[in-house]
Every structure is written in structure tokens, then in C-alpha cells.
């Protein structure tokens, strides 16, 4: 497998030197350059605000602190190394992956990246991942795990044929559950993110019922509610839904967990089964 690092870092040196007016065409341009091809299939706009990245204007010390924090780190070599870790395990284990695949590293805007340990990523699209950071000690931590999660989306979405207006929320909540569980067969539970790792107790208890009784629920826009829960209803200013945040990456985990546990299937072998047949088999919700 190919790997590609985008040189993110030159690329916002460079910017940084140019004028306010010419940086929207430089960023869309040059900075999300390699990512048009996925930006066309999602149609996604291609600018900072929608991926969750620092503003081109008025933010300019935060960029520079930013960028040298990320080269200390030698974040760039880091993710690669991450990448390459990953691509081993699914090919010892015979499951297929992009011949190429193409990374990039953005900085985070603080504000929206508040709830999500400062980073979080793209990887749906097989061949394209982006890693959106606010780097401090915690999110360049996650840095590895977040690499591995959204290179499982690559392998997954590769292997499988999706159609996203058919998908059920069992099928989504094993696409994120299989994603944090492979990152944690690579990195440890201690790696995992806090949209695993705070929801526990009574409010896990509370999403699992609700969730556990919505898995035939079909269709992408409906069975997302169940995977963001308030986070989503929040964004788009609706009525809020009872489901903490992102309660689906939660109890898609520990439902996977109860799957690889009472199969013995690994986690790579799992990556190309179809999602509701891991989530009944994982009894979790019985």
C-alpha cells in the first residue's frame, strides 16, 4: 500500500505569507488539494469552517503555535508510522486495503474540537484521511489511535457495498464499534477517545436500551441521531433526544467487544462481516 503524507505543514508556512484575500484559493487549492476527489463524493464545501479548522484570517499566532507544537510532536512521521502499523495487520490477516492512501493533517479550531479530546478525523472515503488537531499533550496522545480508527473506516468501506439510504443504525454502531476496537488491539483502551471512555454507568445503561431497540431503524440521516445523539440535535438546532453525545461510538464498542469476546473472531477477520450480524451476535443487547 501506497502512502502519502500531504506536507500540511509547508503548505500553512506558506500560506501565512500570503495575502488575506488570496489564502481561500490557496487553501482550496493547495492545502485540501489531494482531498478534491473525496470532497466531489461526499459534496462537501471545500473550505476550513465545514471541516472544523482554524479560520485563514485572524487566527494567524494560534496557527504558528499550533504548527510548531505538531513538528515537535514530528506529528507527520507519527501518523505515517500509524498507518503503516495498521495496513500490516489487515494484510498478515489476508483482508484486502486501498492501494493508496492519502493522509492529511489540519488544525483544529479549539471551539469545535472542545468536546472531542481536540482531534478527530474522516476516513469514509478509501484512499483519503483527514486528521483535524488542536495539538496539547492529550490530543497529539490520541494522534496513532485516531489514525488507526479512520484507516478501519478505509478498510471497511473498501471491503464492503454500502448503500448509505439502507444503512440500519446496527450496521453504523459496527462501523464505529469495529473502528475503536481496532484501534485498541493497537494502542490500548487508555488511547481510545472520551466519546468511549466517559460514557459509562447509568447513562451507558440508558443508550444501550435506547439505542438496543432503534438497530432496524434504516436509513442514514435517521440511524446518525442514534450514533451523535445530542450532539447532532444540538448542531442543527433541534429538539434535543435524550441520547448522550456520540453514545453510539460507545455502545458500538462494547457491543463489538461482547461480539470478539463470545466468538473468538478477530477484529480483523470481523472488519468484513456485515453489521447486523455482529451486533446480534454480540448478545449486548439482550
Not at 463524493?41 to 465545514?50: D, K, L, S, T, Y
Not at 445530542?230 to 462494547?254: K, R
Request: a negative charge.
Amino acid at each position: 500500500m501506497e502512502i502519502i503524507i500531504h506536507d500540511t505543514y509547508s503548505l500553512y508556512k506558506e500560506m501565512d505569507k500570503l495575502p488575506n484575500e488570496e489564502r481561500g484559493d490557496f487553501y482550496e487549492n493547495k492545502l485540501v488539494e489531494p482531498f478534491q476527489p473525496m470532497i466531489k463524493i461526499m459534496n462537501m464545501p471545500a473550505n476550513p469552517e465545514a471541516m472544523g479548522c482554524l479560520p485563514l484570517i485572524g487566527r494567524e499566532p494560534e496557527v504558528e503555535e499550533m504548527l510548531i507544537k505538531l513538528k515537535a510532536a514530528n506529528a507527520w512521521e507519527t501518523a505515517r508510522k500509524a498507518l503503516e502499523t495498521a495496513a500490516e495487520r489487515f494484510l498478515a490477516a489476508r483482508v484486502a486495503v486501498p492501494e493508496k492512501v492519502v493522509l492529511g493533517i489540519y488544525l483544529g479550531n479549539p471551539e469545535y474540537l472542545a468536546n472531542n479530546g481536540g482531534i478527530t478525523g474522516f476516513g469514509g472515503i478509501p484512499g483519503y484521511i483527514q486528521v483535524i488537531i488542536t495539538p496539547d499533550q492529550k490530543s497529539l496522545a490520541l494522534l496513532p489511535s485516531i489514525v488507526a480508527h479512520e484507516f478501519h473506516h478505509n478498510v471497511l468501506f473498501y471491503n464492503a457495498k454500502w448503500n448509505f439510504m439502507e444503512v440500519t443504525v446496527a450496521k453504523y454502531l459496527a462501523v464505529e464499534g469495529l473502528a475503536e476496537s481496532f484501534a485498541e488491539s493497537l494502542y490500548g483502551y487508555e488511547y481510545l477517545g472520551p466519546w468511549v471512555k466517559e460514557l459509562k454507568g447509568e447513562a451507558l445503561e440508558k443508550a444501550r436500551k435506547t439505542i438496543g431497540e432503534a438497530l432496524n431503524v434504516k436509513g442514514f440521516n435517521q440511524a446518525r441521531r442514534y450514533i451523535f445523539g445530542d450532539m447532532l440535535t444540538s448542531f442543527e438546532g433541534a429538539e434535543a433526544s435524550g441520547i448522550p453525545p456520540y453514545s453510539g461510538y460507545a455502545v458500538g464498542y462494547h457491543a463489538v467487544q461482547s461480539f470478539l469476546k463470545n466468538t473468538g473472531v478477530s477484529i480483523e477477520q470481523a472488519t468484513v462481516l456485515e453489521g447486523e450480524e455482529i451486533m446480534e451476535r454480540s448478545k449486548y443487547f439482550k
